[in-house]
């Protein structure tokens, strides 16, 4: 049996983490930062994850997990790319004055 | 019975310290003004995080958090942030303050519905948890599941990260020819 807290406590933290990190997705300006508050999302998506993993005591969940980590590695790995090419453009690091793709 | 409820206890207090450092590190992710703090403070999120799936048994994907998150990819965080250097800092929000708002409102929006649906879920279905074995979590027996259950996801996963790394490698080359010209004229004279 689980010991300490129920499984509810724990999506709860994750609930909070998501909603932290689309807050800091939504308001943030600096890629940089940007970029961390996706991963903070990411990681609120794998604490329920690992939670329901251990509630219905089934692997399929921490495989998911393990999963997500890696494509936050690619992401974290393309999203880095991105910054360091505008940096060498002398592009500013303001996501609302990339507006080169626009229509 | 006695050492089953001190033990309950203790995970208790594991568990109240690292869901609050997970919480007051993520709020402290999104609101430095410095990413270098950012990331930092993001490092605490990631450790508490793995101390909460040791909580729930996830022994090998706690260890893979701290190598992968907290070893590699946040390494790879501050030598860019330390490459792009400091640099003026772009205000929080743009614009009128009305998108804040909107911001505000859509993330308790998200909050609010996520601890509803769980909260209407949680009288039924989510009071007892299942019953593990001590292999639960464990390397072997995730390694087990990665090659016979999982082996496509796993096989899809190496595919993404060689993609991302190719992907990064040609973002980050050199592209003086095509960049020269925006903002130097004399670059774009030579």
């Not at chain 1, 010991?3 to 909603?19: R, S, T």
């Not at chain 2, 729930?56 to 792009?84: D, I, N, P, R």
């Not at chain 2, 859509?106 to 989510?126: M, T």
């Amino acid at each position: 049996m689980l010991l300490g807290p129920n499984i509810v406590w724990y999506l709860g933290i994750a609930a909070f983490l998501f909603a932290t990190g689309a807050f800091g997705v939504l308001v943030r300006r600096n890629p940089l930062i940007v970029l961390l508050s996706l991963e903070i999302m990411l990681n609120g998506a794998n604490l329920a994850l690992i939670s329901f993993s251990r509630h219905a005591g089934n692997g399929a969940g921490q495989i998911f997990a393990l999963s997500v980590m890696a494509v936050a590695a690619a992401e974290v790995c393309v999203g880095l790319g991105l910054i360091v090419a505008l940096h060498r453009r002398r592009l500013a690091l303001d996501v609302d004055e990339l507006s080169e793709l626009r229509g | 019975m006695l050492a089953i409820s001190a033990g309950g206890v203790i995970v208790w207090i594991v568990w109240v310290a690292a869901g609050f450092a997970c919480l007051a590190s993520g709020l402290a992710v999104v609101s430095f003004t410095n990413p270098f703090f950012s990331a930092l403070a993001l490092i605490g999120n990631l450790a508490s995080l793995a101390v909460l799936y040791l909580l729930l048994s996830a022994e090998f994907v706690s260890a893979a958090q701290v190598l992968v998150y907290a070893g590699a990819v946040m390494v790879m965080f501050l030598f860019v942030t330390a490459y792009v250097g400091p640099r003026r800092e772009p205000p929080w929000i743009s614009g009128p303050s009305w998108q804040a708002l909107a911001a505000v409102l859509a993330c308790g929006a998200i909050f609010v519905e996520i601890i509803v649906a769980i909260g209407l879920k949680a009288s039924g279905r989510l009071g007892e948890s299942a019953h593990v074995g001590g292999d639960f979590g464990t390397p072997a027996w995730i390694g087990r599941l990665f090659l016979t259950d999982h082996l496509l996801a796993f096989e899809i996963t190496s595919i993404v990260l060689l993609v991302a790394a190719v992907g990064g490698v040609i973002l980050g080359s050199h592209t003086r020819r095509a960049g020269a010209g925006r903002h130097d004229p004399e670059g774009a004279a030579g």
